[in-house]
T-cell receptor, first 115, second 113 residues
Framework: NAGVTQTPKFQVLKTGQSMTLQCAQD?????MYWYRQDPGMGLRLIYY???????DKGEVPNGYNVSRLNKREFSLRLESAAPSQTSVYFC??????????????FGPGTRLTVT | SQQGEEDPQALSIQEGENATMNCSYKTSINNLQWYRQNSGRGLVHLILIRSNEREKHSGRLRVTLDTSKKSSSLLITASRAADTASYFCATRKEAGTASKLTFGTGTRLQVTL
């Protein structure tokens, strides 16, 4: 199992450009998440998808859109990138762990710089 | 806003010593989880403690939870250089697959030889 994979690993955009961050998981998890991580801020939830066909806003959704393409894939789109979106982006999926509680599995991250 | 705040922000200890980091949160929770993040990598789940539990152990990890004070602590005993990482607490308000996790700001642990 590859777990959670993300592409690209690094990206530099100019202000106003658009791009899509890709995420895929091969663990047959129902729920998937997109976070951003800024220095000293921990992780903040952007969007999540409880199951295929559903998406919901998290804490910081402005400037982003998502698509749950199928059970495996959950993409994050920046329509018009801004310097404030410079961050490291993590995708995660969740599954039932031991003890009957859900834990999240994270991808390696995408480091995005907007100039 | 962040649910949790961690204390200290950074901790430097020598190999073999114990490391303690604390997490405070704001609202009632169903469970609290601790994650580790090595530099430049994604987060890895370490341990989960339920709201009706007070203490839990896993190998060299010991987690406590005090719901009356809305706080948790993570103790790593006999630390090793490989424990160098950032550690995050995360809280979940309700059980269930889509229930969101809210992360704290993290503690950076440096273990020196």
């Amino acid at each position: 199992n590859a777990g959670v994979t993300q592409t690209p690993k690094f990206q530099v955009l100019k202000t106003g450009q658009s791009m899509t961050l890709q995420c895929a998981q091969d663990m047959n998890h129902n729920s998937m998440y997109w976070y951003r991580q800024d220095p000293g801020m921990g992780l903040r939830l952007i969007y999540y998808s409880a199951s295929e066909g559903t998406t919901d806003k998290g804490e910081v959704p402005n400037g982003y859109n998502v698509s749950r393409l199928n059970k495996r894939e959950f993409s994050l789109r920046l329509e018009s990138a801004a310097p404030s979106q410079t961050s490291v982006y993590f995708c995660a999926s969740s599954a039932l762990g031991t003890g009957g509680y859900y834990e999240q599995y994270f991808g390696p991250g995408t480091r995005l710089t907007v100039t | 806003s962040q649910q949790g705040e961690e204390d200290p922000q950074a901790l430097s200890i020598q190999e073999g010593e114990n490391a303690t980091m604390n997490c405070s949160y704001k609202t009632s929770i169903n469970n609290l989880q601790w994650y580790r993040q090595n530099s430049g990598r994604g987060l890895v789940h370490l341990i989960l403690i339920r709201s009706n539990e007070r203490e839990k152990h896993s190998g060299r990890l010991r987690v406590t939870l005090d719901t009356s004070k809305k706080s948790s602590s993570l103790l790593i005993t006999a630390s090793r250089a490989a424990d160098t990482a950032s550690y995050f607490c995360a809280t979940r308000k309700e059980a269930g697959t889509a229930s969101k996790l809210t992360f704290g700001t993290g503690t950076r642990l440096q273990v020196t030889l």
